[in-house]
């Protein structure tokens, strides 16, 4: 797909929209949102296509992905599957996109939902290190890619993306809080539980013999021994950033690690809203409904507005719209801190109907959802607010499909099933953890990684796609330790660009072995 010129059709707001939206973003601020200065722009489908394509930004690098996500975006809306109202990117300040063939009630609806975004974007803690001159560095990348592909040919360049953009996804989103995320080195990512203290809490009179002097002189020691083994090692611990490693250690020309940083880059840009993809939906849901059902829908657009607002938060009996579960349980949070329908006293109560009738009239229920909106992401978001009178409710149940009838039927009503499920879907943006274990397995410079079982085994055609990436990218074997079929394995990948699969291969090029007693173990053991 070409590039966006910079003169492609563009329109400001007209002089009533302007008006609307002046009076939509004074009402927001009203109620207490609080974002950076959000400019709107009205395009035509094609151009919000192309936007779409290319993740909301006008200007990417070249590359095939952009226009295979381009003609998706366009044969949706050719048939009817589908189409984008508005979009919104996280920069300071806020550009908001609106499609020019909205209905003016559409264009309200829209600019209401984008200044519920435009707060979470502020004020979320996860999107704290976000660079919010993203649409300049976007340029910028798009300038250097191109850069080298007239230097070294556009096919070789887009051949090390594909390797890059293969991993993409294997980073530890949480290190841009420790330091940020350009400067997380090997420390980073270790795996939980290493080099923790033993000390047992205690009185100041019981110290000595709840943590004896000697025992604590002995952990010490322990410590500085596994400390003095692990210098020389490569990394020095198991590191989940595999793409920083990579950029540290890797033998890269000079062209190739800047666009393997440009990849990184861009994957740390996005993580926060991969990790706040509930929250961020239901947040700016809550908003739109309650600026348009108040304030801005008029008694001629309310079935209109409606039938565009169900759309928007229609889910199926077993289904999960991340819109409809977002905005219920901001709505479900708000109600019962406006009551008091929670912590203990609340569920101490025992008598028939006593919870459902409690009310301590506190109404704290708009102070908690902005307190929840700023310090939580998906997976806390849902391990606290998720209830099982909720779960019921909105008829969150486990579905699977019928082999013999083909129809869709309730596997299971479990609370703790459904919740866990949820759960284990939103961990680490639904990515597996995998850590670089040794930089230097066996002496020879291969590249030993461990998926550290949580689980679900790892699907071994991905494997084997990410095996060949870092095996293009590390320039020497590379190797995978994953459990597969419930035995420990380890996949290899040896020679650069495939080859003949070993006995036993998992897919062409890539070997896999069952670990014993007699396969070295690498640097750092993660299971």
């Known amino acids: 797909m070409p590039a966006m010129p910079s003169g492609m059709p563009r329109t400001e707001l007209s002089p009533e929209l302007r008006a609307k939206r002046e009076q939509i973003e004074a009402t927001a601020r009203s109620y207490g949102l609080d974002f950076y200065p959000v400019i709107f722009e009205v395009i035509p489908f094609d151009v919000m296509n192309q936007f779409a394509a290319y993740q909301g930004f006008p200007v990417r690098y070249p590359h095939w992905r952009w226009g295979m996500e381009y003609e998706k975006l366009s044969?949706?809306?050719?048939?009817?599957?589908?189409?984008?109202?508005?979009?919104?990117?996280?920069?300071?300040?806020?550009?908001?996109?609106?499609?020019?063939?909205?209905?003016?009630?559409?264009?309200?609806?829209?600019?209401?939902?984008?200044?519920?975004h435009a707060d979470f974007f502020k004020n979320n803690f996860w999107f704290s290190q976000t660079n919010r001159k993203m649409l300049d560095e976007m340029a910028n990348h798009a300038t250097r890619v191109r850069r080298y592909a007239d230097a070294h040919g556009a096919e070789t360049v887009e051949r090390f993306l594909d390797a890059c953009l293969s991993i993409e996804g294997l980073i530890d989103p949480y290190a841009q809080f420790g330091g940020g995320a350009e400067s997380a080195g090997e420390a980073g990512g270790a795996v939980p539980g290493e080099d923790e203290d033993h000390r047992l809490p205690s009185k100041g009179y019981m110290e000595k013999f709840i943590n004896p002097p000697e025992e604590m002189a002995r952990q010490r020691r322990a410590r500085a021994e596994a400390e003095a083994a692990r210098k020389g090692r490569v990394p020095e611990r198991p590191m989940r950033d595999l793409l920083a490693f990579l950029l540290s250690h890797a033998r890269?020309?000079?062209?190739?690690?800047?666009?393997?940083?440009?990849?990184?880059?861009?994957?740390?840009?996005?993580?926060?809203?991969?990790?706040?993809k509930i929250m961020n939906e239901g947040w700016a849901s809550y908003w739109h409904?309650?600026?348009?059902?108040?304030?801005?829908?008029?008694?001629?657009?309310?079935?209109?507005?409606?039938?565009?607002?169900?759309?928007?938060?229609?889910?199926?009996?077993?289904?999960?719209?991340?819109?409809?579960?977002?905005?219920?349980?901001?709505?479900?949070?708000?109600?019962?801190?406006?009551?008091?329908?929670?912590?203990?006293?609340?569920?101490?109560?025992?008598?028939?109907?006593?919870?459902?009738?409690?009310?301590?009239?506190?109404?704290?229920?708009?102070?908690?959802?902005?307190?929840?909106?700023?310090?939580?992401?998906?997976?806390?978001?849902?391990?606290?607010?998720l209830t099982p009178d909720f779960v019921e409710q909105h008829r969150m149940f486990q579905t699977r499909r019928d082999s013999a009838s083909g129809e869709v039927r309730i596997a299971s009503r479990d609370f703790e099933r459904v919740k866990q499920t949820l759960l284990h879907h939103l961990t680490n943006r639904g990515e597996p953890f995998v850590y670089v274990a040794d930089g230097?397995?066996?002496?020879?410079?291969?590249?030993?990684?461990?998926?550290?079982?949580?689980?679900?085994?790892?699907?071994?055609?991905?494997?084997?796609?990410?095996?060949?990436?870092?095996?293009?990218?590390?320039?020497?074997?590379?190797?995978?330790?994953?459990?597969?079929?419930?035995?420990?394995?380890?996949?290899?990948?040896?020679?650069?660009?495939?080859?003949?699969a070993g006995s036993g291969g998992a897919d062409e090029g890539i070997s896999r072995q069952k670990i014993s007693e007699d396969v070295p173990k690498p640097a750092h053991w993660v299971e």
Request: with cysteine.
């Open 75 to 116: 044969k949706r809306d050719a048939y009817g599957m589908g189409r984008i109202y508005e979009m919104v990117i996280n920069t300071n300040p806020v550009y908001a996109y609106l499609q020019e063939s909205n209905a003016a009630v559409d264009q309200k609806l829209v600019m209401s939902h984008v200044f519920g």
């Open 252 to 276: 890269l020309e000079p062209w190739q690690q800047d666009v393997l940083g440009i990849v990184r880059s861009e994957a740390y840009y996005f993580a926060p809203q991969a990790m706040t």
């Open 289 to 385: 409904s309650k600026l348009m059902t108040q304030h801005f829908a008029e008694a001629s657009e309310i079935v209109h507005y409606c039938d565009q607002h169900a759309g928007v938060i229609h889910m199926p009996a077993g289904g999960f719209n991340p819109y409809k579960i977002g905005l219920e349980l901001f709505r479900d949070i708000e109600r019962r801190w406006n009551t008091g329908q929670h912590g203990p006293r609340w569920e101490d109560l025992g008598g028939l109907g006593e919870r459902e009738r409690f009310d301590d009239g506190s109404k704290r229920g708009r102070e908690k959802i902005f307190e929840v909106r700023r310090v939580y992401n998906d997976v806390t978001f849902i391990e606290e607010f």
């Open 440 to 500: 230097n397995y066996l002496n020879r410079g291969e590249l030993y990684l461990a998926h550290r079982f949580t689980g679900l085994e790892i699907d071994a055609a991905k494997a084997a796609e990410v095996l060949r990436a870092v095996r293009m990218i590390w320039g020497r074997p590379v190797h995978l330790q994953a459990r597969y079929r419930e035995d420990m394995c380890l996949f290899t990948c040896a020679a650069a660009g495939g080859g003949g």
